[in-house]
């Protein structure tokens, strides 16, 4: 189910780069010279930002099962020498 919600914010995040940096450009009346450098900028920084709050609203798994040794409880006698 993780990977679902990371593959989601991914593609969230690609739309709203994209949307972020077109609106830039367009106040600024002319497109970067750096395109992909500025649209890695604005992703970067949302990326951490919503992935910081996945992991902070992500349920916090239960503690581990205590290791069983099966060999133990078999009643296998060991090898004399």
Do not use: C
Not at 36 to 44: E, K, N, T
Not at 58 to 78: C, K, M, N
């Amino acid at each position: 189910m993780e990977m679902l919600y990371y593959t989601v914010a991914a593609i969230f995040l690609y739309m709203v780069s994209d949307w972020i940096l077109n609106q830039v450009e367009i106040r600024r009346g002319k497109r970067f010279d750096n395109r992909s450098l500025v649209f890695f900028a604005i992703i970067l920084v949302l990326s951490v930002a919503l992935f910081n709050l996945i992991q902070q609203f992500r349920p916090v798994p239960g503690p581990a099962a205590p290791a069983i040794d099966v060999h133990r409880d078999q009643g296998a006698e060991t090898p004399q020498q």
